[in-house]
């Protein structure tokens, strides 16, 4: 069994002090004993849960993709609970629950799914069940980042779901529609950027959430010109949850005038921020993360 931390590093090493104070001293005892590894990485064929605080991190994308469970570090806590005997006295040793009854007493990780944090759309807990079918379902298609940050903390979300994610080199101020769609008509294998109806683009773009302050006209410009092109909306990095829940992708390839705003909880880089202007028309609005 091998628990994998959603967390940050502060956050990661402060979860490590916390199984080896002294007061826990025996946790890592009893994790061994359960034949029970902790790490920070996820580590596909060995992960089996994925520990989170919130539902739309990365690696808690991967467990959802790769079929595991995704829980709260109270899961943990609960499995160590469960396992440690009421009577520390070796002479007067007394079977923890686990050991009394083992089925009865391992922890239910479904009643230990992360709380909803800024999803749009408020699924229930039992969609959080490990699902295989998840594995593909972003066979086919590609995700364009125009970002770094946003390439490093989705590209392996992205190709767990069995899609293929590419880092644009975008040059801010510089950069034309025409050259970026290019791009996209090479990636497409050929065929016409422009999304009909009938034949969705197999090329998702990855909007833009931090650009470097005087660009904001530029970003705005740039953004809508792709989608107007296309005719196909660019998503948001917060957007990836609710496609793997559901096994349904066909949200992130809607025409520009249909949109659901979203918001994230997955980390950005501390840059400038977009304001509450249109990226998807000269009308619309988006969410800031």
Known sequence: MVLTYAFSEREYK???????????????????????KTTKEFIFEKTTHVISHKRNLPKSLQGLLAGKHVVT??????LIDAATSSQDDPENYTPSRLEQDFDNWWPNAREYVPPRGAEPIARPANLWAPDEGRSDVFSGLNFVFLD????????????????????????????????????????AGGKSSRARKDDRLSVITVRLNTFPADMEQWALNFINGIERTQNQRTILQSEFLD???????????????????????????????LPQASMFSPTSKMSTL
């Open 73 to 78: 570090p109270a899961y943990l806590d609960a």
């Open 148 to 187: 770094q940050g946003q390439y490093d903390n989705l590209a392996d979300v992205v190709s767990s779901g069995g899609g293929k994610a590419l880092m644009y080199d975008l040059r801010y101020g510089e950069t034309t529609v025409e050259e970026y769609l290019d791009f996209v008509h090479s990636v």
């Open 243 to 273: 496609p793997i829940i559901m096994k349904d992708t066909s949200a992130l390839r809607r025409p520009p005038n249909e949109v659901v705003e979203v918001s994230s909880s997955i980390p950005t880089p501390s840059v400038p921020t």
């Open 14 to 36: 402060q979860e490590r002090e916390r199984l080896n104070k002294p007061t826990s001293k025996q946790t890592t005892q009893k994790l061994h004993s359960l034949d029970i």
